[in-house]
């Protein structure tokens, strides 16, 4: 009666399939959207909470690479230690030393200021006599300042040595300050003498005088003249370090070895004999029986200044 009535019906189930797929994808495709939104979203949030604390982070490490922590060691450090013997410092070995003739001329054409004749002595032995004087360059070493308050000598005495004086007595020198120490009552305070135009002044604590603090890498330099007029010493010192609200102990030694000091037997005394307990005497610079100056060996049963 005119067309195929199936035609009209295959159209029609045609057209409701494309609209169906069409309201799908876009279902799909709001929902995209709206997950990118939200992911957006999300993603900004975590920066704003991460980006600074890792900022911060960073400028925290970057500080504390700027900023490094205490130096290592202790809070001073020693950095030279020398001792300070003149022409006229006399020395005693403790044993016997008989030189010959060519030994005491090869002693005698050194110069009394050079190093040479320094070694000469301390190569082979030699202990200062009655007292040292020890030149002690510390410096600091924390950030924040530290301070020096005591120096206490750690001490082994016993008997003045008596094996070969080599005699030489002070023919006067410039006084510089010093700490002085007195090896004979280790617990007393330090005194001082002190130079200033001129002037010379002396106290009974040095440390009450004097304010011994420490910057990071400021030095600071001790004049210390430790002496005995009783026996012999060797020693070395406790250094009291205040380092904030705690106090440290450090050891000052000879680099290494203890300092040493003897007395001389005899030499307050004008009686022939007065020095008859060594075994070998040498008289040198002012001391009576010297060689115009250079040393000469004399009697000890007989010698008397």
């Keep these: ?3 195929d009535p199936s035609a009209g019906k295959t159209n029609r189930t045609g057209n409701g ?27 900004a949030a975590v920066a704003a909470v991460l980006v600074p604390y890792f900022t911060s982070l960073g400028n ?3 500080n504390s690479l700027n900023q490094p922590g205490q130096p290592g060691g202790p809070p001073v450090k020693v950095d030279l230690v020398t001792l300070e013997q003149g022409p006229n410092q006399s020395r005693v070995f403790p044993g016997k030393l008989t030189l010959s003739a060519s030994q005491l001329e090869s002693l ?4 009394a200021y050079s190093p040479a004749t320094q070694n000469w002595f301390t190569s082979r032995g030699a202990v200062a006599a009655d007292g040292v004087l020890i030149q002690l360059v510390v410096q600091g070493n924390r950030n924040n300042p530290v301070r020096i308050v005591n120096m206490q000598p750690v001490e082994n005495c016993h008997a003045p040595l008596t094996g070969t004086l080599f005699y030489s007595p002070s023919a006067g020198a410039d006084t510089a300050t010093q700490m002085l120490i007195n090896l ?35 030095q600071y330099t001790f004049l210390i003249s430790a002496y005995t007029a009783k026996q012999y010493c060797s020693f070395t010192f406790n250094m009291s370090v205040l380092d904030g609200s705690r106090t440290l102990t450090e050891t000052v030694s000879d680099n290494g070895k203890p300092f040493q000091a003897t007395v001389i037997y ?6 022939p004999g007065a ?19 250079k040393w000469a060996r004399v009697n000890p049963a007989t010698y008397q200044q």
């Design 1 to 3: 009666m005119g067309g």
């Design 17 to 43: 399939n494309t609209q169906g797929n069409s309201d799908e994808s876009r279902r799909r495709n709001i929902g995209k959207w709206v997950a990118g939104v939200a992911a957006t979203v999300v993603a």
């Design 60 to 62: 925290k490490v970057s």
């Design 108 to 111: 005698n054409s050194l110069h």
């Design 184 to 218: 004979d009552d280790p617990l007393a305070p330090s005194k001082y003498i002190a130079s200033a135009n001129g002037q010379i002044t002396s106290g009974k604590n040095f440390f009450q005088h004097f304010t011994v603090s420490l910057k990071h890498n400021e």
């Design 266 to 271: 005899g030499q307050n005394s004008v009686s």
């Design 275 to 293: 020095f008859s307990r060594y075994q070998e005497i040498y008289a040198g610079g002012v001391a009576p029986g010297s060689s115009g100056g």
